[in-house]
């Protein structure tokens, strides 16, 4: 991780005054920072100004069709009220969070983590068939795997297929248990990314502390616990967050899979916030969540980086 | 080095062009050009779209389409019609117009458009007024009255041309009947006596679903309109009060069809959850279950027996013989005694459209007198043109129109307001809470409320409990 | 990446790596189950639900969903959307990186924070502005309005790789070139970028990939059946038929992912082996 101080500095400083050197020096940052213009306009236009429109919408009662749709008016904080009182709302937050902490904070770092130690220690030609298999799942576009994990679930699918095979019936998992199923769901897409991060990770461990410990008598839990993982805090942290962020956003695979229901069952904020503008027309209401959802990951994102510290230089 | 910049720059460049081609031609404008389709009418080249639903159950429509497209653009030298069809079911479709209507270069010219949307769309900005159209058509003479306000605006302004009406009613199997020893000219007189016979099919015939009432969100207007309505407007309530102008909140009636939904659910004689609330059911119902006897009594529409009628995928030549049809009652058999709901689609025109009288001509050749009589026949609609509900061949063509038309007394219109299509997707979560069992029919019907008082203001809706 | 050391061979291995072994091949059996229900499937005109075996295997399905409309025009409308973002984004992270990485700014720590909350943002939270911006622009249903939409999403991660491969080379090789009177941009176009040439590679797979897989945002932003990709039109299977169709949905979903898994496959030739993502995403 090579940064530059003073190797930047390609001009010999002029003599003359401090305020001319100071000048110089902001000038120069500023063509260094010339490059990043193209992305940083990009960013602006696409990302940040949908943003703050996003704000602003929330605040009106745009709805996509009838009178407030050629007409909105601003209504300051009433549709926030609205949610505010709204058991549906509520229910979808707590959904949301069970699904983040459930499928990505548990489920993906965990089995990741898992699957990164068992294939140092397996057989290298089956730790590579599996790994691939795992990043396969992975790879696949969105709507396919969704559709995949959809016949796995559902009530005629393999799942209860195979649990005929050896006797027990089972329920109509996407009616009885739909957030168990798409937590699942998530966790089937997603470990591959964790597992490729703790596989470098582990990787970059030197292998004499361990041998060491072990000579000492420390045993295999003991050495994963207190010098493994110690060893790789950072990598940790950086993808907790990346992938609570990641799943926070997740629609496409509830969508397919569940729709959201039965009833609102497993409709976490993204599916309430697309339920509400697009499909009930309250584009004004549906951006108030959308708001609340990109609020969310703010404070989770704000939390890991206070926290846990991951690297950014 | 030098070699892989170029190549990423000559990518780059194809990429752009690519998509600028792929972008130009079918949507044109991107800011510099301005709007790209359109001349005047009859000069130069024009380009009509047309938004219309087509999924695989329902081809009747761009059966339609061909035929008089391809009149219309025999007709009209240098006019191209660009046909859209939106693949989606009915919630999708209404989001996809809706979306579609957002700018100029997406708009559609002539979209196929639901009755219980056109108010709401009008007041949106979506729809052209086509009054002044209308007049010098003399095909617009043969229209009934209920006809002519279908398409009507808050304004008075017409916004859409009625290509059909529906009625809708029971269904149900003559051979399950039979073996569940009940009659086959079976005519319920009350809701009571609809679950009597659910139950005595589920006990005699048990391995049939006994009974079948659209109640989930994700069915859309389907489970308001052929669903809660059906048994709502049976009780005498209704949603909205034409005279004071104000949505009912409160009203008993609302929670007695709620409470039958329950009382169905519960004894199970209504399909299982998951085709309860599968958004493709409606297709399934009448294409398959149905027709194959997997299902024993269904409240449905007018339309159903096209499909069966049809060559298509939902092809059913038996269906004269095993399914039999009744009215629906109302909740205690008080007067009128039965109950109906009706909609329709029209062809409406769109507010963005460059080139509204072109796209006025086309409406006016596919809603023609042969064309009319084409779609209602093949779609099973109840004509609303006089010269065709006259026609011997469209009286003859369909056994069950007598049947369906007989309804016409009975039934209802949805309320005509801008709010409504909001409204109805309250309805549709009501329901589908109940069916579900996540709220008891008290608290679905207060849910509903708070909903439509925060939609439309307080002042506009009353209490009438 | 240091080389794996040599490990001991002592027998209390042996258990560890049996029990390994046999708890790697009962993961491998959860993930490959529904991956193999759509090969099946998709050699099956009789496809169900639940996972069968083909009584009679056929290329029935591949063959009546390959036609221009249904198959071909989607799948090169995916080509073009996820070609033209990749390239764009590419491009200006590897400008960006540049900065960021070499120069010691005081807003670096920062924006590196901004982005990498940017590679997170929910998308799906902000359709609805962004389709309101769209209109404004006018950029409704244009594969390129989508394109450079989804090269603005991607540009985060790919900043954050590229500038973690980008610090990976030595700034020896640029400070010589300074020495001799060589401009920034000149070092970057004749020095970095040619060694990075595999890190380059694995963005822009990365990048193709994930716009490859986008559903959410053609679904939003494109409407007419000649602007749709692959994403939208496989969802339009799935969503209007009566009964599904299975057979035909698997074929459609293997033509669909196929590119995408090739691409994967060519990025683990080029990084050498091992996981090509990892070096890019380690902390």
Redesign the interface.
């Known amino acids: 991780m090579t940064s530059l101080a003073t190797a930047g500095e390609r001009v010999a400083p002029a003599p003359g005054s401090p305020r001319g050197r100071r000048a110089r020096e902001v000038r120069l940052g500023l063509v260094r920072s010339v490059p990043l213009l193209p992305s940083l306009a990009l960013l602006a236009l696409f990302l940040l100004g949908p943003i703050v429109y996003a704000i602003y919408g929330s605040l009106t009662n745009r709805t996509l069709t009838g009178p407030n749709a050629a007409n909105p008016s601003f209504v300051g904080f009433d549709n926030y009220a609205r949610l505010f009182a709204s058991s549906d709302f509520w229910t979808s937050v707590v959904l949301t969070v069970v699904f983040l902490v459930a499928s990505a904070i548990i489920g993906q770092n965990v089995l990741g983590l898992l699957l990164a130690v068992l294939m140092k220690n397996g057989t290298p030609t089956l730790s590579r068939t599996i790994a691939a298999l795992v990043v396969v799942a992975w790879v696949l576009p969105e709507i396919v795997a969704a559709f995949a994990l959809y016949a796995f679930f559902a009530s005629e699918g393999t799942l209860n297929l195979m649990l005929d095979a050896i006797g027990l019936t089972g329920p109509a998992w996407l009616i009885a248990f739909p957030m168990l199923a798409v937590i699942l769901a998530n966790v089937w897409r997603g470990t591959a990314f964790s597992m490729m991060v703790y596989s470098a990770a582990l990787s970059e461990v030197p292998p004499e502390i361990n041998e060491a410990a072990e000579i000492d008598g420390a045993s295999a839990a003991q050495r994963f616990f207190r010098i493994t993982l110690p060893m790789i805090r950072r990598s940790i942290s950086t993808n907790l967050m990346l992938t609570t962020l990641q799943t926070l956003g997740v629609f496409t695979l509830i969508w397919v899979m569940t729709g959201g229901g039965p009833g609102f069952k497993s409709a976490t904020l993204p599916i309430l916030a697309y339920q509400q503008a697009f499909n009930f027309a309250q584009i004004g209401y549906g951006t108030a969540i959308a708001v609340i959802t990109l609020l969310i990951g703010a404070i989770f994102a704000m939390v890991y980086i206070k926290v846990l510290k991951p690297e950014v230089d | 080095m030098r070699k892989t910049l170029t190549t990423l720059a000559a990518g780059a460049a194809l990429a752009l062009v690519l998509t600028a081609c792929g972008g130009g031609n079918d949507s044109g404008s991107s800011g510099a050009d301005g709007e790209s389709t359109g001349s005047d009418a009859g000069s130069g080249s024009a380009t009509i779209k047309v938004a219309y639903q087509k999924t695989d159950a329902f081809t009747q429509l761009d059966d339609l389409l061909q035929k008089c497209v391809g009149e219309f653009e025999a007709a009209n030298d240098g006019v191209t019609v660009q046909l859209e069809p939106i693949a989606a079911q009915e919630t999708e479709y209404f989001t996809k117009l809706a979306l579609m209507h957002g700018s100029a270069a997406t708009a559609p010219d002539v979209i196929y458009e639901d009755t219980f949307q056109v108010r709401s769309d009008a007041a949106a900005g979506y729809l052209a007024p086509m009054d002044d159209y209308l007049a010098d058509w003399d095909g617009w003479d043969q229209f009934s009255d209920a006809a002519k306000q279908a398409g009507a605006g808050d304004d008075g302004s017409t916004y859409g041309v009625s290509m059909g009406t529906d009625t809708r009613g029971i269904y149900f199997n003559k051979q399950i009947f039979e073996q569940a020893g009940l009659p086959a000219d079976w005519q319920p007189e009350s809701w009571d006596d609809i679950l009597d016979a659910a139950r005595t099919i589920k006990e005699k015939v048990p391995d049939v679903i006994p009974f079948n009432l659209y109640s989930s969100k994700s069915q859309g207007e389907a489970a308001s309109m052929q669903g809660f309505e059906m048994l709502l407007y049976g009780t005498g309530d209704e949603l909205y009060d034409y005279d004071t102008q104000k949505w009912n909140v409160g009203a008993p009636g609302f929670v007695e069809a709620l409470t039958f939904i329950q009382t169905a659910q519960q004894d199970g004689l209504l399909p299982g959850l998951e085709d309860a609330l599968d958004t493709n059911l409606p297709n399934r119902i009448s294409g398959e279950l149905f027709p194959q006897g997997k299902v024993a009594i269904i409240v449905d529409g007018s339309w159903v027996p096209g499909g069966w009628m049809s060559d298509g995928s939902n092809s059913w030549p038996e269906w004269q013989e095993v399914a039999g049809m009744a009215k629906m009652p109302t909740s205690t058999g008080q007067e009128p005694g039965a109950v109906s709901m009706s909609g329709g689609w029209l062809f409406s025109i769109g507010s963005q459209s460059k080139n509204p009288e072109l796209a006025f001509d086309l409406i006016a050749g596919c809603l023609s007198q042969e064309n009319s009589l084409k779609y209602d026949t093949e779609n099973s609609q109840i004509a609303v043109r006089d010269d065709v509900a006259s026609d011997p061949v469209y009286l003859d063509y369909n056994p069950s129109f007598e049947f369906f038309s007989s309804l016409v007394p009975v039934t209802h219109f949805r309320p005509a307001t801008p709010d409504y299509s909001q409204i109805s997707s309250q309805i549709q979560v009501a329901a589908e809470s109940v069916l579900t069992g996540q709220a008891s029919p008290e608290a679905a019907a207060k849910a509903y409320d708070d909903a439509v008082t925060a939609l439309v203001g307080a002042d506009k809706t009353q209490n009438a409990g | ?2 080389a ?2 040599v ?2 061979a002592s027998p209390r ?1 042996r258990p ?2 049996v ?3 046999v ?3 009962l ?2 059996l ?6 193999a ?2 090969v099946l499937g998709s050699f099956n005109t009789e496809a ?4 069968t075996w083909p009584s009679s295997w056929t290329l029935d399905n591949f063959i009546t969903i390959s036609t221009w409309d249904t198959t071909f025009r989607p799948l090169v ?1 995916s080509a ?2 996820s ?2 973002c990749a ?2 984004t ?4 590897v ?2 990186a ?8 005081r807003f ?2 920062s924006l ?2 901004v982005i ?20 404004s ?9 989508t ?3 989804l ?3 991607s ?2 991660m790919a ?1 954050w790789m590229t500038k973690n491969f980008m ?1 990976s080379i ?2 020896s090789l640029e ?1 010589a070139a ?1 020495v001799d009177g060589a401009s ?2 000149t070092a ?3 020095i970095v ?2 060694l990075m ?1 595999n890190g ?1 590679s694995v963005v822009f797979i990365f990048v193709f ?1 994930m716009a ?5 945002v053609p679904f ?1 932003l494109l ?5 749709m990709p ?2 939208v039109a ?3 299977f ?6 599904v169709a ?1 057979g035909q ?1 698997a074929a459609f ?1 293997i033509m ?2 196929m590119p ?2 090739v691409l ?1 496959l060519v990025t683990q030739k080029v990084s050498g082996g ?2 090509a ?3 890019a ?3």
């Open positions: 990446m240091t794996p050391a490990q001991l291995r560890s790596r029990i390994s072994n708890i790697l091949v993961v491998g959860a993930f490959v189950i529904p991956l229900w759509i169900k639900v639940s996972i409308n073009i959307l070609f033209g390239v764009i590419v491009v200006c992270s400008l960006a540049y900065p960021l990485s070499r120069y010691q700014m670096n720590r590196m924070y990498l909350f940017g590679t997170c943002l929910p998308i799906t939270a902000m359709m609805v502005p962004v389709y309101a911006l769209f209109v622009l006018n950029l409704l249903n244009t594969l390129w309005g394109v450079l939409f090269a603005a999403t540009l985060p900043i610090d030595p700034v400070e300074w920034a941009m970057l176009r004749r970028v040619p040439r380059i990939t490859w897989g986008n559903f959410f939003v409407f007419s059946r000649e602007n692959a994403a496989i969802f339009g799935f969503g209007t038929y009566g009964t299975y949905l979903s669909y992912a995408v898994l994967y091992s996981f993502m990892s070096g995403v380690k902390g």
